[in-house]
Each structure stands twice: as C-alpha cells, then as structure tokens.
Nanobody, 130 residues
C-alpha cells in the first residue's frame, strides 16, 4: 500500500488550467494504476481519469478532451493536467492507486471502480469561478 500526497488544487477562472500532482512513497509506483477521482458537495465520487502501468489512459466523458494524465515513474509522480476548466469541475480531487490492476475500458461505474483502489490521497480542492 502506497502513501499518496495529492496537491496542486486552487482557485482558477473558467477556461483556465491547473496541474495536479500525485506523489507516492512506500513502494515503487511503476506497478500501480493511478486514477483521479473528484467529489463535489452533495454528489457522488466520480472517476475522471486512469492511467495504467503501461501509460495507457482512460477518461470520463465529462473531462475527455480537456484533462490529460501522465506518469513519471522515476519521480513517483502522476500528473493530471486540467484545461478549459468549467465551474462544474469544482470539487475535491483525489488521487488513488492500486497494484496489478488495469484501468476499466469505460469510465462509467465510478462507485465500483473506486472500491478497487487500495491507497488514496488526502484530496486537493479545485474551485473554478464563472
């Protein structure tokens, strides 16, 4: 199980960009799939991206084309680049990791997908103003 620190959130205007970082420790992350989830007040947790050990990525329909995720295994870091941000992107964003598990083909079942992850960051707040 990894220790995860996610960071990079903040306040940004609509249309702006942020880069979130997910830094892991405790074990090599190269064998972990890493996903980003978000949760807004009163809403269910939503999976927004996943990157597997081979670097293949998946995105939810709501962020596809605007967000991108990539990994730097040497630095034990996974990034989430968030572009063209919208007010509806406002949420707490969480990084999560799980070993020896691939990303789902479709990012449509966030609740069950979240149950697969062993390690979670503390969350970082992203606020997008209109």
């Amino acid at each position: 199980q990894l220790h995860i620190v996610d960071s990079g959130g903040g306040l940004v205007q609509s249309g702006g960009s942020l880069r979130l970082s997910c830094v892991t420790s405790g074990f090599s992350m190269e064998h972990y799939s890493v996903a980003w989830f978000r949760q807004a007040p009163g809403k269910e947790r939503e999976a927004v991206s996943c990157i597997n050990t081979g670097g293949d990525t998946k995105y939810s329909q709501s962020v596809r084309g605007r967000f991108s995720t990539f990994r730097d295994n040497a630095k034990s870091t996974v990034f989430l680049h968030m572009n063209m941000l919208k007010p509806e992107d406002t949420a707490v964003y969480y990084c999560a990791a799980v070993p020896h598990t691939d990303c789902p083909m479709y990012m449509t079942d966030s609740l069950n997908f979240a149950k697969r992850f062993d390690s979670w960051g503390q969350g970082t707040q992203v606020t997008v103003s209109s």
